[in-house]
């Protein structure tokens, strides 16, 4: 079991940024990818960024030059900066975990959600 904690979003104008973290707790060490993904007012959840337990890191083409997901090291929380907000960044941000059930890197992942933290970007 892994539990996903987010924190850090809020309201601010456009043009601003924020920072939000994801902390992990549980079997962290069977963790192969953290995502953060958001879901704006009737609309389907999105990816928007993920990095890997090596530290590849990939960020959606609606959100690249202004979104940046980082950890250091395999250390946990993994961050994502914000950057040059817009409205349409606006939504419930969710923090995902890819996860080995067992203990060992082998067998059937699973995925793991935190609660989610709401950004609001007024224009």
């Known amino acids: 079991q892994v539990q996903l904690v987010e924190s850090g979003g809020g309201l601010v104008q456009a043009g601003g940024s924020l920072r939000l973290s994801c902390a992990a707790s549980?079997?962290?060490?069977?963790?192969?990818?953290v995502a953060w993904y958001r879901q704006a007012p009737g609309k389907q959840r999105e990816l928007v960024a993920d990095?890997?337990?090596?530290?590849?890191?990939r960020v959606v083409d609606s959100v690249k030059g202004r979104f940046t997901i980082s950890r250091d090291g395999a250390m946990y929380p993994v961050y994502l900066q914000m950057n040059s907000l817009k409205p349409e960044d606006t939504g419930v941000y969710y923090c995902?975990?890819?996860?080995?059930?067992?203990?060992?890197?082998?067998?059937?992942?699973?995925?793991?959600w935190g609660q989610g933290t709401q950004v609001t970007v007024s224009s």
């Open positions: 995902n975990a890819e996860a080995y059930g067992g203990t060992t890197l082998s067998g059937p992942l699973y995925q793991y």
């Open positions: 549980g079997n962290i060490l069977m963790i192969t990818t």
């Open positions: 990095i890997t337990s090596g530290n590849s890191k």
